[in-house]
């Protein structure tokens, strides 16, 4: 039975993993990151000597995901400076020798609950984290879909609550995106704490809900999912997701009525993969990376 | 050669047209909106007699285009009351005894353009008019896209414009939504008058295109398109388009770059069909619901 090496590719760390074809993950460590020249022998080294059938890679974006480009699976305009412009895939390809699939880490994870978790019965769905940043994963007809680059839903622009008392969003780009509102860096730059300190403080989560809910209700007016994830530190918060369902029925205002939305607790849902989603994503483009190259699951 | 009718209901006028598989258009007519009892005979007689193989009608929404529930091809929760819950499709198949395709108003119009336009060479493409409301059709890999319902990109929320006169928007569902600050009657509401006797006036198209570059970015970030296709009454005034790409450049801050970012001139465009877009569109779902049915085209 073949074996998928499987990279979680994040902004503090790198979780390296080797999965088999039933997602089930059989090994895993955890490398910190660093600059490419720093970290990327240490991964290597790792998928070195396993005797794997592909690997899969669910990075931090954005990434050039146009297969018909000369730079298909580089880094683009990374905030990780060192990461940018570098050519994450090509290296794994050329040092493993071996099929290498990639897309965001978001999609990943979207990836992952939709082959074994908690949106494997609907085609169309996306996978929200919320943590350092704000990150959209989005499966369409049952693929992760990319477009033009892929979905940055992280930015999209934001109403401001009237009584938000910060005045700048973190984001460096956008005064006023989601990421910059609603990210664990926008919580702790808000209260002055950081968010797990913040668990008690009802107005802090909120806030949060609010802004998570608006954000949601976007997505449902753009890209009207079957089912929504909730995933990423922020949400471990456990009062957050009857904030955020309770926001979003009132924010949406009856405007959309039926299927999902008469049942907000089966449509607003926490990740079912045990915050392995991303990893196991990782598998299934390993997988797909390995059937397009003539292999046989 | 098979003839094919062609239905798009609007709500202030129903357009009936006669096309061939080519989406050349060879009659139509326009029939004002009326309650369903009063308007329907006529539609119905203009599409008898004609020959047809198959009805297309791209239709005012929001309509269930859940091919499994049992209210597919109906009205649901529209502001035009008298046609809430109406079985259009039903009807028309009842009447006519033909195959009829359905989706809605802003999609057929995009997948015209997809099909016969300006988006023709990519597959990824959204169409958003902006008129009497704010409608946005979805294409993904080349197909007329819906989700759990459809997309009603019209009622994304908004960060407001600090100097915008107008305290609340005009949709009565959302205060700060796409459609209650930037569809027609917005523009009334804020100014006065009505936007055809605006056109001289700077401030007013500024303000416009302020909110309608911040849509396009939220759907970049979102969809993340290949092309955007403007239409509607709105974008008749030919300073919109230059102030719209000037103002989506600004707004992105350079957060993504690159494709058709590079070239907004090519990337942001106006319809390409003379505003024919949504009957052609309506001839597709014809020819696609004729072919369904196994006709050969």
């Known amino acids: ?8 590719a994040g902004g503090t760390k790198m979780v390296c ?21 720093e970290t990327m022998p ?26 018909r480009s000369p ?9 990780k400076l060192s990461w940018r412009n570098f050519a994450i895939l090509r290296r794994f390809q ?82 006023n995106c989601l990421e910059g509102l609603a990210s664990g860096p926008a919580i702790e730059r808000r209260w002055g704490r950081k968010a797990e300190e913040l668990a008690d403080c009802t107005a802090v989560w909120e806030m949060e809900a609010y802004y998570m809910a ?22 471990h918060q456990e009062q957050m997701l009857p904030l955020v369902r309770r926001e979003v029925h009132r924010q949406l205002r009856g405007y959309i009525q039926g299927k999902g939305l008469d049942d907000l607790d089966n449509y607003i849902v926490p990740v079912s993969l045990g915050d392995n989603q991303g990893v196991m994503g990782a598998v299934k483009l390993a997988m797909d990376a390995y059937a397009e190259n003539g292999g046989a699951l």
Chains 1, 2 share one sequence.
């Open 71 to 79: 730079g298909y699976g580089t880094i683009m305009s990374s905030p």
């Open 94 to 175: 050329e040092e493993l020798d071996l099929p290498v699939g990639i897309d965001t880490d978001v999609n990943a994870a979207a990836l992952g609950e939709a082959v074994w978790g908690c949106t494997r019965e609907v085609s169309n769905s996306i996978y929200i984290t919320v943590g350092t940043g704000v990150g959209l994963g989005v499966i369409i007809n049952g693929r992760p879909y990319h477009g033009m680059i892929h979905p940055e839903g992280g930015h999209i622009f934001m109403d401001r609550r009237p009584d938000d008392p910060m005045v700048r969003g973190v984001c460096p780009y956008h005064p």
């Open 17 to 37: 993993a080797v999965g088999n074809a039933q997602g089930k993950i059989l090994d895993r460590v955890s490398i910190p990151t660093r600059t490419p020249e």
């Open 1 to 8: 039975m073949p074996l998928f090496g499987a990279l979680e």
């Open 42 to 67: 240490g991964l290597l080294n790792y998928f070195r000597g396993k005797d794997l059938a592909a690997i899969g890679i669910g990075c931090f974006g954005p990434i050039d995901l146009d297969r």
């Open 214 to 235: 608006q954000a949601i209700c976007s997505y449902i007016m753009m890209i009207s999912p079957e089912r929504i994830i909730l995933g990423g530190g922020v949400m």
